[in-house]
């Protein structure tokens, strides 16, 4: 704008600074600058315009206006409205977050995962009140967790059979992002070690996991390790799963948490030596703060990736959500209604994975301190 | 060559403090180095003594900051003996931390913790090598950073300052642990001209202090007003050592005419 130009003269040498001009911050200038600022701009945005007005109204009709949330079979929902047969979800929601966890019991559940986000709070939040105490917490919350999902100390026993629906993806998920962090920051560190024989047994391991998909894991878990046991051993299929889902992903992370490694230079390592810190003050104090840092993208990446990939274990049998919907749309009343099941289940996913997404946002904002060369 | 011992009096500008005493600080005999089948460093022999001043000059790739590495063992020797107070360097690690705790060392690149805020760097060598209580430990880091006069920036990150504020900070750094020798890679090569005389000037306080200083360096100024003894290196090897007016005015071999008409030329 003309009158915030700087029109006085100042002699060489004593010219003060000035405040920017004042932008204008209009809302038409922002459309116009933003929306409609040349002809192919002007045609993406009358597109997307289009296209927006295309599928939402069709979309809110379907999901909410003409939606059914209350009937006992499908024709009921046919008779009642157009839209999406949400009363399915509603029959069944129980099943969908417990599977076959017995109802009585269902109390247990919902302590632990309350406790979870409890144990959650001062591992993601540093500025949490008591955080300390928080911490000790977070570190025995796993037995907790085992002792009030499984039974055991004068609760009754559950089988791992009867886990299903939303808490088995969460026990798998959460269990699978939090054994394989360390375990893959330890692979890593193993695969860049002098040890000739450590470094070794990690390449192996990881080329090994990274070079066999999923599936066939879960398989190898859940028939034949049969074979490699002592005949009458016990050896939960739920638990197997646990570790094989844990191994997959900490090869991952271990790849992740390399390239973070390489990243950090030589002079990091070498100031810390000369200071007289030991190989794990250095890891711990200077290389790793810095080299999770930069890999926290990728190790969200890894994490997301795993916690979709829970609902594999449908293939060896485990009622996650999707094994549940088979089970759901089997029955009479209510076939047909896979894509009411489906976009529920994807929602759940979603919210999941977005917040996963979008701490990890906040993290990098959080540990940002201005020294990128 | 002159006796290595030199008294506080010899050499331009030396102060009071600066007292050269007979007890020796470092002693290298005949050290060999190979980076494969490259011979970086050929038949080492150098005796130091406590308090000295030395500044080390020579051709980019002669070895200079390849010898000052071996001393607190960032790389490692294969032939020969480097006795580090009294410490000989082997390939216990224990023997290497020992020294390394008494061994500053300030690098060209600074090589600041980004990560970390000015006085936590200053406080991570003396909380988790020294085990001293955080509160001991920030203030003599404060006490180190008023020395090289920045103390209004102990809660920034290195990634704020200028170059020569980050040079500072890493002095401090190694000062922090107490260091009974200091080491100087290149401190100055990566600055920018204006910064060079803040380091420099921290540098010529540590020395008049008593401190026993080894500096790879090119500051030729900074050699004549603060070095009791300067060494030139070229090809792996000390071609000749001297004290600084004599090494300036009348060197003795062609390679440091050569050197010292090319450094000194613009």
């Not at chain 1, 417990?98 to 709070?121: D, H, N, Q, S, T």
């Not at chain 1, 390592?269 to 810190?277: C, D, N, S, W």
């Not at chain 1, 094994?323 to 894509?339: E, F, H, P, R």
């Not at chain 2, 921290?202 to 900074?222: D, I, K, N, P, R």
Request: proline content about 5%; overall charge neutral; some cysteine.
């Amino acid at each position: 704008m003309s009158e915030q130009t700087v029109e006085q003269k100042y002699a060489p040498g004593t010219h003060p600074s000035l405040p920017p001009p004042v932008a204008d911050r209009g809302a038409i200038k922002w459309v116009r600058e933003n929306l409609f600022s040349s002809p192919t701009n002007i045609v993406l945005t009358l597109l997307s315009i289009y296209l927006l007005y295309a599928i939402i109204p069709p979309l809110v009709d379907w999901m909410l206006i003409n939606s059914v949330f209350d009937a006992g079979s499908r024709n009921e929902c046919w008779e009642k409205g157009s839209g999406a047969c949400w009363a399915i979800v509603v029959v069944r929601f129980d099943q969908f977050v417990y599977g076959f966890y017995p109802e009585e019991e269902r109390w247990r559940v919902i302590l632990a995962f309350l406790l979870l986000i409890a144990a959650l709070v001062p591992i993601l939040y540093d500025k949490t009140p008591f955080r300390k105490l928080g911490l000790v917490f977070s570190g025995v919350y796993p037995i907790i967790a085992y002792f009030l999902l499984w039974g055991g100390l004068g609760l009754a026993h559950v089988e791992s059979a009867k886990f299903g629906g939303f808490m088995l993806t969460l026990t798998i998920g959460v269990t699978g992002i939090v054994a394989s962090l360390p375990l893959g920051i330890l692979l890593a560190l193993g695969r860049r070690s002098d040890l000739l024989i450590l470094r070794v047994i990690c390449v192996c391991f990881i080329e090994f996991i990274r070079g066999v998909p999923l599936i066939t894991l879960l398989f190898v878990a859940s028939t034949l390790l049969n074979y490699f046991l002592p005949p009458g051993t016990y050896f939960d299929l739920l638990l197997r799963v646990l570790i094989m889902v844990t191994l997959f992903s900490a090869a991952y992370i271990a790849e992740v948490v390399r390239g973070g490694l390489q990243a950090i230079p030589k002079g990091q390592t070498e100031a810390a030596q000369a200071l007289g810190l030991s190989y794990w003050k250095n890891m711990g104090l200077i290389i790793l703060p810095q080299a999770l840092k930069i890999s926290i993208p990728g190790i969200v990446n890894t994490f997301i990736g795993l916690y979709k990939d829970t609902t594999l274990v449908v293939i060896i049998g485990l009622l996650d959500p999707i094994g549940l919907s088979q089970a759901v749309l089997a029955d009479s009343k209510w076939q047909g209604l896979s894509t009411e099941i489906y976009v529920f289940i994807a929602l759940f996913f979603f919210v999941s994975c977005f917040a996963m997404s979008r701490y990890s946002i906040y993290l990098e904002k959080k540990l940002e301190t201005g020294h990128k060369r | 060559m002159t006796d290595a011992q030199t008294t506080a009096t010899e050499g331009a500008g030396s102060g009071a403090g600066m007292q050269i005493s007979d007890e020796v600080a470092i002693q290298i005999n005949a050290m060999h180095k190979w980076y494969g089948q490259f011979h970086v460093l050929k038949d080492i022999n150098l005796t130091v003594y406590r308090g000295e001043r030395i500044v080390i000059c020579g051709p980019s790739g002669s070895g200079k900051s390849t010898m000052i590495r071996c001393i607190n063992r960032l790389e490692e020797h294969q032939q020969g003996q480097i006795i580090v107070d009294g410490i000989e360097l082997t390939n216990d690690i224990r023997k290497i931390d020992e020294i390394r705790r008494e061994v500053g060392m300030v690098f060209q690149h600074f090589n600041l913790f980004p990560h970390l805020t000015v006085l936590e760097n200053c406080t991570l060598a003396p909380i988790w090598v020294r085990k001293m209580p955080k509160a001991e430990a920030e203030q003599a880091a404060m006490h180190y950073l008023e020395r090289v006069r920045i103390p209004e920036q102990a809660k920034k990150f290195p990634g704020q300052l200028s170059g020569g504020q980050q040079q500072r900070v890493a002095i401090a750094r190694s000062l922090c642990m107490n260091p009974r020798i200091m080491l100087f890679d290149e401190p100055t090569s990566a600055l920018d001209p204006e910064m060079i005389s803040e380091v420099l000037d921290v540098m010529v306080g540590l020395a008049e202090s008593g401190m026993t200083m080894l500096c790879v360096t090119h500051e030729m100024g900074f050699a004549r007003r603060v070095a009791n003894r300067v060494i030139f290196m070229d090809g792996g090897e000390i071609i000749e050592q001297n004290e600084p007016e004599e090494f300036f005015n009348n060197p003795q071999s062609d390679r440091t005419k050569l050197f010292l008409s090319q450094i000194l030329a613009h």
